[in-house]
């Protein structure tokens, strides 16, 4: 069992940034990060493969957010700049320890998932 801990969440103003964390207790072959704003559904933001760095966005952060990895240290995170209201969400962190044919975004292919952190961007 992998145990997912995020953090970094916060409230900023539009056009700044944050970085998220995502420490995992034990091996992922891939880390995802997703969102949730009220009333919408959850949507893949960014996923990792922490083997080889091979990274996929979503394209309303392409050009903005960048997720990264440091393995020594099991840990994903997702730098996030030039921060819009529209960004605001409970972002959460998702991990599988296989690969999977499923879409990259497929939640349905991710075992394993943090608890989220809160990011609030106001205008």
């Known amino acids: 069992q992998v145990q997912l801990v995020e953090s970094g969440g916060g409230s900023v103003q539009a056009g700044g940034s944050l970085r998220l964390s995502c420490a995992a207790s034990g091996y992922t072959y891939r880390m995802t990060w997703f969102r949730q704003a009220p009333g919408k559904e959850r949507e893949g933001v960014a996923r990792?493969?922490?083997?080889?760095?091979?990274?996929y966005y979503v394209d309303s952060v392409k050009g903005r957010f960048a997720i990264s990895r440091d393995n020594a240290k099991n840990t994903v995170f997702l730098q996030m700049n030039s921060l819009q209201p529209e960004d605001t969400a409970m972002y959460y962190c998702?991990?599988?320890?296989?690969?999977?044919?499923?879409?990259?975004?497929?939640?349905?292919?991710?075992?394993?998932w943090g608890q989220g952190t809160q990011v609030t961007v106001s205008s």
């Open positions: 998702a991990a599988s320890s296989a690969a999977s044919t499923a879409p990259v975004f497929d939640m349905r292919a991710y075992k394993y």
């Open positions: 990792i493969y922490t083997g080889s760095g091979n990274t």
